[in-house]
């Protein structure tokens, strides 16, 4: 089915009461194992305009780290903020932030606005709508005035202070940018648009990242995240620090850990790429790497029988790109799968895993 069809078979009106609200403490285990944030700078999406930004600038909105506090601390025009802070007495309705996502498109699931820290001046209400423009010019095309595209992903909610807070669409809308509105003014740490990526997949014998965040891989269970969010291992490029990759804590005797990523495809693998970037004294040991084809499931588990080894073991070093082509030292063959399995022995922090191969 083409993003069309999509399109036309998954718009529907979205809810209009609270009823779709998530409690703060189930936000994250609501979104985590079949949703990404379409909206994170790390996966490239872009705050394209904006009414406001008069204390705190808008691009802090989509920064994938968590809001900090800085109390004492000015700047010329106040108080600092980790977030979008507009000024006070809005003389229209809501103050408004345009954004490109990262993905080709993407199907909404989920809204989250933290407002973290905005006490006294965060936004009393938030709506968000959604438009699906592509092709040359789609950016232009939706900042002009009088764009007509825009639709309701999100009706107004109201919200409170320095909170997570987060609501479902069940209807889900599939969507190239979105539009947040601030009714009227006020402060928002960080908005989060969580939801599966709707790929544009070349020809299928065209060699391509089955894995990547960006063509629909999803992170979808892990044995360990202490330092550093599974999520991260799907990322575009190799980030900026020891902050943006998979890290579990230390172990003692014998141990290993693991992360289960669901592939944007069921995919001919031919290579994996396990990168080390950053990591230079806690990198893992070795790794190896497992695949199983469960076409139609979202997580596999990990003791499930159907894994089977797709790489042999590896040693691993320090800030490294090991790469480990399907085939070599191992029964020849092509093998199809749905899912694949990273284990690091005993314990570590990988920056990005890739997986490559032509869609099935």
């Given at each position: ?45 872009r705050i394209l305009s904006f009414s406001d930004e008069f204390f705190a600038d808008a691009s802090n909105l989509i920064n994938p780290q968590p809001p900090i506090h800085r109390p004492g601390v000015y700047v010329p025009t106040g108080a600092w903020y980790d977030g979008w802070e507009t000024r006070r007495h809005n003389p229209q309705p809501f103050d408004w932030v345009i954004i490109s996502l990262g993905v080709a498109s993407g199907l909404v699931r989920g809204v989250e606005i933290d407002t973290a820290f905005f006490d006294g001046n965060h936004a009393p ?236």
């Open positions: 089915m083409d993003v069309q069809s999509l399109l036309s078979a998954l718009v529907q009106p979205a809810p209009q009461t609270d009823n779709d609200s998530v409690p703060a403490e189930d936000i994250d285990t609501t979104f985590s194992s079949d949703c990404i944030d379409l909206a994170s700078a790390s996966l490239g999406s209400e938030i709506s968000v709508d959604g438009c699906f423009v592509t092709g040359e010019g789609a950016d232009e095309k939706v900042l002009k005035e009088g764009f007509l595209g825009w639709s309701e992903v999100l009706g107004v909610r109201a919200c409170g202070p320095s909170r997570r807070q987060a609501w479902k669409v069940e209807a889900g809308k599939i969507v190239t940018h979105v539009r947040l509105r601030m009714w009227p003014d006020g402060g928002i740490a960080r908005f989060r648009v969580y939801g599966q990526a709707v790929p544009v997949w070349p020809l299928e014998t065209v060699e391509v990242e089955l894995s990547a965040a960006v063509m629909g891989g999803m992170a979808v269970k892990c044995s360990d995240q202490h330092f550093g969010r599974k999520d991260n291992l799907l990322l575009p490029g190799r980030g900026v620090d020891m902050g943006d990759g998979w890290e579990t804590k230390r172990s003692r005797g014998k141990h290993v850990d693991w992360v289960i990523v669901k592939l944007g495809a069921r995919g001919v693998v031919s290579r994996v790429m396990i990168d080390t970037m950053h990591f230079r004294g806690n990198f893992p040991k070795e790794a190896w790497v497992e695949g199983c084809d469960a076409e139609g499931e979202g997580v596999v588990e990990e003791e499930d029988t159907r894994w089977s080894s797709v790489s042999p073991l590896q040693a691993m070093g320090p800030d490294k790109e090991f790469e480990v082509r399907i085939g070599v030292g191992m029964e020849e063959g092509e093998r199809t799968f749905t899912h694949v399995k990273l284990v690091i022995v005993p314990d570590g922090g990988v920056k990005r895993f890739r997986v490559f191969g032509r869609k099935a």
